[in-house]
């Protein structure tokens, strides 16, 4: 029965329902991490999240959209296409919480991926803001929408063999 119990929660948690926190959390641990205690702090209705989600992935969409007028400016194109995806990556934490978003980044499925694609953000933003060198900002923004991709298919079941297996036979020298 007690399975049953926290397969509900988890089910709760999972649409965003409000949880009992003592069912969830073991009973013998005391000390809390810096995650908890943002999560606690971070109780939003459902509606709130919605409309949290919907502001930053319309936002996001919109910088990245935008960035488009500037192409062929690529530091600003580098810094409005890193926010935009900085914005839409952010969006998914109001439906799902910081704390999974961030326990979901790091999972040894996508642990690479993620990786990938937060150094090409940083590398994109050091290029365009630091460096002020338009061909590397458009290689690092190549890489990052590359890193959003690989990222991106981290999340389809076997997406990232099918998409990897395709490129190995579009690119295949023995014919």
Do not use: H
């Not at 933003?125 to 890193?147: D, Q």
């Amino acid at each position: 029965m007690d399975r049953m119990n926290q397969a509900f929660e988890k089910v709760k948690m999972l649409v965003g329902m409000e949880v009992d926190e003592e069912s969830t959390r073991p009973a013998e641990s005391e000390s809390f991490s810096f995650m908890d205690d943002f999560n606690r702090q971070c109780t939003l209705s459902t509606k709130q999240r919605l409309y949290g989600f919907v502001i930053c992935l319309v936002s996001g969409l919109t910088c990245t959209l935008l960035s488009m007028l500037v192409f062929f400016n690529p530091i600003k194109f580098g810094i409005t296409f890193t926010f935009g995806n900085l914005l839409a990556l952010g969006s998914t934490a109001f439906l799902i919480g910081p704390k999974r978003q961030v326990t979901m980044m790091m999972d040894p499925v996508r642990i690479y991926a993620t990786a990938l694609y937060l150094a090409s953000i940083i590398v994109a933003l050091f290029c365009a803001l630091y460096v002020r060198n338009k061909l590397l900002t458009l290689i690092a923004i190549i890489l990052e929408f590359g890193g959003l991709i690989w990222y991106s298919l981290s999340y389809i079941p076997f997406a990232r063999t099918l998409v990897s297996k395709f490129v190995m036979a579009c690119f295949d020298t023995e014919f």
